[in-house]
């Protein structure tokens, strides 16, 4: 005989469903920056999980040692440049065709560099945006094209927590970082429902070759960033986040949780962020002086 149910019954308790994990094996992703850094860290570890791995950047020797810690047949390298149409349409096409449609694009090229904004060239700026900006979306929307086709795929785009700030001295790497953060929200709510997923990562400071790199662009020194390793991230934990990312997808990738609540302090508070960075910056000269 059914049961009635009676006012005085207790409702019946809600099921939470659980989250569905992807997986990943055999599934290919396109990386770009892969030669070092984040991105190769990301590369092994994706590897490691059973992915196909296309790896992209423009030094062949580094992208080969990648390649011979994943193995041949799970990974395939496409030299080129970001700044290229071309070499981005063609890292797009020998990937697939080396493993098939690809499940997620990983758009990890990038570069920075210290300077004031009102003295920063023009081409500078542009040059900066190019890469940084243009570049992730050379690789990201035609590949989310397929998975639209598909009705399944994944993009992302490094970004940095700095999309939240205008920090000084790094006005137009901000801007950069700042692009891809909101193309990357846009396009997360345009394909909401269509089985594609859209996720911008927000690392910290990490130690990486971007702070060389960013110094030889600056000068050969750094006045504000990079003059020490404390606090500094490895490249592996913003990599276990991405892949963490990849099996359940969301928006918004942060490596520090610390972090992010500071970057949402700023926007409730910009004059007293203001006055810290200012004095933050201050005391920063101060002590590259007191070096040299």
């Known amino acids: ?4 149910q009676t006012k005085t019954d207790p409702p019946p308790p809600k099921v939470k469903k ?15 920056g892969a030669s ?8 092994l570890l994706c590897a490691r999980a059973g992915m196909k791995v296309g790896l992209m950047a423009r030094r062949e020797d580094r992208l080969q040692k990648i390649a011979d810690k994943i193995g041949n047949d799970q990974s395939c390298i496409i ?8 070499d981005c349409a063609r890292a797009l096409a020998e990937c697939e065709s080396r493993f098939g449609p690809l499940h997620a694009v990983l758009a990890n090229a990038g570069y920075g560099g210290e300077q004031p904004c009102h003295t920063m060239g ?21 590949a989310i094209e397929g998975f639209k086709d598909r009705r ?17 001295q790094y006005g137009a790497y901000c801007a950069t970082k700042a692009a891809q953060d ?29 702070f060389d790199e960013a110094a030889k662009r600056s000068g050969g020194s750094l006045k504000l960033t990079g003059s020490s390793q404390r606090g500094m991230q490895s490249p592996e934990k913003v990599a276990k986040a991405i892949l963490r990312c990849l099996g359940k997808p969301k928006g918004e990738v ?39």
């Open 152 to 168: 399944a795929g994944h993009a992302i785009m490094v970004s940095s927590c700095l999309s939240k700030l205008g920090l000084p």
């Open 79 to 86: 030299v080129g440049s970001v700044d290229s149409d071309e």
């Open 254 to 292: 942060w490596t520090s949780f610390p972090v992010r609540i500071a970057m949402a302090a700023t926007v409730l508070a910009p004059g007293l962020t203001d006055w810290g960075l200012r004095v933050a910056m201050r005391k920063r000269i101060d002590q590259g002086a007191d070096r040299d």
């Open 182 to 210: 909101h193309f990357c929200r846009a396009m997360r709510l345009e394909l909401h429902n269509t089985g594609v997923h859209v996720s911008s990562v927000h690392p910290i400071g990490t130690k990486t070759e971007f």
């Open 36 to 43: 070092s850094g984040i991105g190769a860290a990301t590369a």
């Open 1 to 4: 005989m059914r049961s009635i």
């Open 122 to 142: 023009m081409d500078d700026t542009r040059a900066m945006f190019e890469t940084n900006f243009y570049g992730s979306l050379r690789l990201v929307l035609p």
């Open 18 to 32: 659980p989250l569905r994990v992807i997986d990943l094996t055999d599934q290919p992703i396109l990386i770009s």
